[in-house]
């Protein structure tokens, strides 16, 4: 059963840092993974999405890395900015369940 | 890229009474739809795998009785809570796959949110 895990559950940075969110999934048998973004009461917006033979993904200020026969992706944000503070979420898609799994979330709040 | 709406974005309904949430991929084609419930503070949970002309695929734990889906059309697809209860109160978020695309991306809905009363 894949199981998507993200660390950390939150963080809290001064504007203008660049940093790192993590994402570990059990089974490397995905067709891809993707990363959105939920602020407060909101539906998603997908962010990137990179597919199993891929290796990173630039959106921007964004960069998004998957490393497969580790089970690990990290979502880059350069220079972060407040209206950066929301929710990350990573989720992998495996054609064998063709379900989308979605990891525990990042709670990110930039501070002006 | 493809946009998938919902319908309400906000529904308030009293114990006992019934409510029906609409989702509709408005530039695609979607045969397969899902529906997810998310808890304050928590992660997306998959509810159902609803395939256009076909009986939904519910996850474990899920009451198919209780969350009826249905997928009419390659468009739309509703999800209808019956008899709600307190309970039954979430974040609700539909999604829909462009199986005319070749990534197996998933477009998502804007949510509704219901409130049992």
């Known amino acids: 059963k894949q199981e998507v895990t993200q660390i950390p559950a939150a963080l809290s940075v001064p504007e203008g840092e660049n940093l790192v969110l993590n994402c570990s999934f059990t089974?490397?048998?995905?067709?891809?993974l993707q990363w959105f973004r939920q602020d407060p009461g909101k539906g998603l917006t997908s962010l990137l999405l990179?597919?199993?033979?891929?290796r990173e993904q630039t959106s921007g200020r964004l960069n998004a890395s998957l490393d497969k026969s580790s089970g690990r992706s990290t979502l880059y944000i350069a220079a972060s900015q407040p209206g950066d503070s929301a929710t990350y979420l990573c989720?992998?898609?495996?054609?064998?369940?063709?379900?989308?799994?979605f990891g525990t979330g990042t709670l990110l709040a930039v501070q002006p | 890229g493809a946009v998938v709406s919902q319908h309400p974005s906000r529904v308030i309904c009293k114990s006992g009474t019934s409510v029906k949430i609409e989702c509709r991929s408005l530039?695609?084609?979607?045969?397969?739809m899902f529906w997810y419930r998310q808890f304050p503070k928590k992660s997306l949970m998959l509810m159902a795998t609803?395939?256009?002309?076909?009986?939904?695929?519910?996850e474990q734990g899920v009451e198919k009785d209780k969350f009826l889906i249905n997928h009419a059309s390659l468009t739309l697809s509703t999800l209808t809570v019956t008899s709600a209860h307190p309970e039954d109160s979430s974040f609700y978020i539909c999604?829909?796959?462009?199986?005319?695309?070749?990534?197996?991306?998933?477009?998502f809905g804007p949510g509704t949110r219901l409130t049992v009363t």
């Open positions: 089974d490397s048998a995905i067709y891809n």
């Open positions: 609803s395939n256009e002309g076909s009986k939904a695929t519910y």
């Open positions: 989720a992998v898609y495996g054609g064998a369940t063709n379900k989308l799994i």
């Open positions: 990179i597919q199993s033979s891929q």
């Open positions: 530039d695609f084609q979607a045969t397969t």
């Open positions: 999604s829909a796959r462009d199986w005319g695309g070749a990534s197996y991306e998933q477009y």
